[in-house]
């Protein structure tokens, strides 16, 4: 099993940059992909990013393309997801997700993003 704990939230002003981490622990071995997701109050989660984990491989779902950037630590000990001209729109709870090799997922706590002037 993976563990996943999330960290780097925080206030931003709007047009602000902020990037969060997600720290990977466990039996990191058996990992496939690596994403990110968030969720505002009273909206569906929704995907933002992903990464293959045995060859950095990133997805990005449409809406979050040149915006977002997602990475991963060259020691494969975390993931992380810049966010750059944040909007208040993009204000919301971060979560980061790993799925195994056999499909099974796990999510992490999540980090609060709020961004307001």
């Known amino acids: 099993q993976v563990q996943l704990v999330e960290s780097g939230g925080g206030l931003v002003q709007p047009g602000g940059s902020l990037t969060v981490s997600c720290a990977v622990s466990?039996?990191?071995?058996?990992?496939?992909?690596v994403g990110w997701f968030r969720q505002a109050p009273g909206k569906e989660r929704e995907f933002i990013a992903s990464?293959?984990?045995?060859?950095?491989?990133?997805n990005y779902a449409n809406s979050m393309k040149g915006r977002f950037t997602i990475s991963q630590a060259h020691a494969k000990t975390a993931v992380y997801l810049q966010m750059n001209s944040l909007e208040p729109e993009d204000t919301a709870l971060y979560y980061c997700?790993?799925?195994?090799?056999w499909g099974v997922g796990s999510w992490g706590q999540g980090t609060q993003v709020t961004v307001s002037a």
């Open positions: 990464i293959r984990w045995s060859d950095s491989r990133t």
């Open positions: 466990g039996r990191t071995y058996t990992t496939n992909v």
């Open positions: 997700n790993a799925v195994d090799q």
